[in-house]
């Protein structure tokens, strides 16, 4: 609907919403089958029908939007995985509470106010930044809007933001807050640690055959070989069929000639560039430099900025978005500092670290590359036909090697593969793009069924048939014995190292030397950490040992797992430097995130209150089918 329009990835309100209205379903969850839905209807809110078709409509437009800006096409199957389903059926029952507390308060909106907030909108916007009737109507033609109902549907949108506007413009952060907060995020503590040498700390006793037999039976699922399938694969990717596509040479320089810049690198500079507040300081920095006076570092410490501020990168021309500071920057010579220039933005002093020429790449150089470019669009098109060719013999019954046979396309038989595409000595099964998500249908489906082609990742689709099932077993004692003892040494050295570290630890509180207990652990000395923060993880501690440090009162010692699990880290605190009293600065970032925060969560509790009232519910069966998922 109209978030389809991406007004509501900028709105403030809207934005809030697309994130923390999911909540609603960790309150209602995905009940089952109510009564009283209208005819069509997916969900209900108070009074309002969620229909289907809008439901689809606004996942669809949501799976494009993350599809452009992830590179490739996202299917149904993986937006569900990732809870996108839920999400917008989340917001859209969000949306419909709002709507009915609105109607409930009389609220209205004028139709001066409707197309004064029309004109405003960056989105219908042309180039003199002006309201241009022609991007409005352009935008109505791709939604596929009249433009009655789109005024419709920005009317209600309009109210929605008014309404939660005004209900998160009261919230206010409290000054004690921020005190806390900072004290919190700035608090330092200095440790002492060391790790323990599991394999000089302790020593594993050699296990008998009953210790070996309890700790098999205490761990069967650890020795049972998965479930395997034996699939046919009739594979249609766009790589494969590229490989068939005639491109002439006529067509290949054709190609090249229309974007021949695409395949050149153009010059890049390292630039350094020194802002001032005026042109009359920036000369007199540049006499301080001709002068030998002053290096440029200098000028710009003197200029309050950090070298990592000074230094743009290695940049094209066209990166820099002023045009004077470009041409300047890109007429200089290398390690050369340049006149004042005053931009558009800023007075500003020039200098190039290093020039990378530009790089002229002729057809004879890219002429493969181009080829294939070529062939991949051709095969785009001739994919839709191929396709329907595959499906008209599956519907006849032809079986899948002899579709392959017939059409010249890749045909694979997998004599055995496990879910996650690795055969029974490890090696990957199925060499194709996106193999997963064609293993997932496979081993939802059983022998003798005829199952749905799966979309493969580059816009290609695989077709396959289940031609035998091997169920999972439990191997016997005596073939996995060896990696029975594997597991039983790790186990018990695991548990003789944490009450070594536990002792450690007692003694480390009792004031003993961390030195001398280091080297009782096979460690040669303690080390001490820099100052950290609760946010920081200094070398040598892992998350988890951070955490415990800040539990602990100066002198006192604790023990972790090591980051890679195999070991303790034992440590003890030395020093304890409580938060400096906030700056400016820090405390506008402290009041704007617990802001955000509290308002997420006046946002949700708003929402969930709204939807128990007004009562909230989802007709399962037509949830399921609007996603594709088969209902008994």
Not at 155 to 179: C, F, H, K, W, Y
Not at 268 to 279: E, G, L, M, P, T
Not at 544 to 570: E, H, M, Y
């Amino acid at each position: 609907m109209l978030d389809a329009l991406r007004r509501g990835s900028t709105g403030t309100v809207a934005k809030i919403l697309f994130a923390i209205l999911v909540v609603s379903f960790a309150i209602w969850g995905i009940g089952p089958v109510f009564r009283n839905f209208g005819r069509g209807s997916l969900a209900k809110v108070g009074d309002q029908d969620i229909r289907a078709q809008d439901f689809q409509r606004a996942l669809q437009n949501e799976l494009r939007l993350i599809s452009r800006q992830s590179g490739h096409q996202l299917t149904m199957e993986q937006a569900r995985a990732a809870g996108l389903d839920n999400r917008v059926l989340a917001r859209l029952m969000a949306w419909a509470a709002v709507e009915q507390h609105a109607a409930n308060l009389d609220l209205a909106l004028s139709d001066k106010a409707l197309v004064e907030s029309l004109k405003k909108d960056s989105a219908f916007k042309g180039p003199d930044g002006k309201f241009s009737k022609l991007n409005f109507d352009n935008i109505l033609d791709q939604m596929g809007l009249s433009e009655r109902g789109f005024l419709q549907l920005r009317r209600r949108d309009e109210l929605r933001e008014q309404l939660t506007s005004a209900l998160i413009n009261s919230v206010a952060v409290p000054g004690p807050m921020i005190d806390l907060v900072n004290a919190w995020r700035e608090e330092k503590r200095v440790a002492q640690y060391f790790t323990i040498d599991a394999e000089k700390a302790v020593t594993v006793p050699e296990p008998d055959k009953a210790k070996l037999k309890q700790t098999y039976e205490e761990n069967k699922s650890d020795f049972t070989s998965p479930e395997y399938r034996k699939l046919a694969v009739l594979a249609l990717s766009v790589d494969a069929i590229k490989g068939k596509m005639d491109v002439s040479d006529a067509e290949i320089a054709a190609a090249y000639a229309d974007s021949k810049d695409s395949y050149n690198t153009p010059e890049r500079r390292r630039v350094q560039q020194i802002a001032f507040k005026d042109k009359q300081a920036a000369e007199a920095a540049k006499a301080a430099l001709k002068d030998g006076k002053k290096t440029f570092g200098e000028i710009a410490k003197e200029a309050g900025a950090k070298s990592t501020d000074i230094d743009l990168g290695l940049v094209s021309k066209s990166q820099l978005i002023d045009p004077k500071i470009a041409d300047a920057a890109f007429s200089l010579k290398k390690d050369t500092v340049s006149d004042v220039v005053q931009g558009r933005f800023a007075t500003v002093l020039l200098r190039v670290t290093d020039i990378q020429p530009a790089i002229t790449r002729t057809l004879d150089k890219v002429k493969d590359k181009v080829r294939d470019k070529l062939a991949a669009k051709k095969a785009q098109a001739a994919l839709q036909g191929l396709i329907d060719k595959v499906e008209d013999d599956r519907a006849a019954g032809t079986p899948l090697k002899q579709i392959a046979d017939k059409m010249k396309i890749e045909y694979i038989e997998i004599p055995a593969t496990d879910r996650y595409n690795k055969t029974p000595d490890g090696k990957p099964a199925i060499k194709l793009p996106d193999a997963l998500s064609l293993l997932r249908a496979a081993f939802a489906s059983q022998v003798g069924l005829e199952n749905e082609a799966v979309e493969l990742r580059d816009g290609g689709y695989a077709w396959f048939d289940v031609l035998g099932v091997t169920k999972k077993k439990q191997k016997p004692f005596d073939a996995v014995k060896d990696d029975v003892k594997k597991l039983y040494i790790k186990n018990e050295r695991a548990l003789l190292v944490a009450k070594l570290a536990n002792k450690l630890v007692e003694r480390a509180d009792k004031g003993e030397s961390m030195d001398a207990l280091a080297k009782e652990a096979g460690a040669p000395k303690a080390d001490t950490t820099p100052p950290f923060t609760r946010t920081t993880e200094p070398q040598g501690m892992s998350k988890d040992a951070v955490k415990q440090v800040f539990t602990l009162a100066k002198g006192k010692a604790g023990n972790a797992l090591t980051t890679n699990a195999q070991s303790r880290t034992v440590f003890k605190v030395t020093q304890i430097t409580p938060a400096p009293a906030p700056t400016k600065q820090q405390r506008e970032t402290i009041a704007k995130d617990l802001k955000s925060q509290l308002t997420d969560e006046t946002l949700s509790e708003y929402v969930i209150a709204l939807q128990k009232q007004l009562g909230a519910n989802i007709n399962q069966d037509e949830y399921k089918r609007a996603i594709g998922v088969e209902t008994e």
